[in-house]
């Protein structure tokens, strides 16, 4: 097991979207299908570091946003979310589960590295999120999906 950070060090604080879609209106009909980010080997779902004053929700949505092209994502299970244990360099992240909107995902180009932050996007099942997802991110889908069966 990978030594944890000291408590003594910084909390970063990140937060992110657990992107859903369905292909039908009714949620009960249709599995959802959600949306994985690869960075190299690594595969997570859009969130990013907090600017200095900002909600984590609003960073949430930004972060998505940037990293994902789309707009308009939809809290139709509220503002619920699931933080991480520190992990890293003391970073924990905060998810939500929201609605992505309709249309394609890109993957700009980040002004801060002058290329693409992630490599590959899939829109995927909960059973190929979990052979994509580390332990870590697995736990957050397990929430999401805990958070569809109850229902808007």
Known sequence: MPAQPSSNKPVTRAAGIVP?????TDPQREAPRFLLLRAYNYWD???GELAP????????LREAR???GLDGFGLRW????IETERYGRGKIARYYVAEA???DVVLPVSPELGRPEHHEFRWVSAEQARALLNARVTRVLDWAL???ATGP
């Open 20 to 24: 859903v879609r369905f292909a039908d």
């Open 45 to 47: 779902f859009p969130k």
């Open 53 to 60: 004053g900002e909600a984590p929700l609003a960073a949430a």
């Open 66 to 68: 940037e990293e994902t």
């Open 78 to 81: 509220g503002e619920d979310f």
């Open 101 to 103: 909107p309709a249309g």
């Open 146 to 148: 805990g958070r569809l």
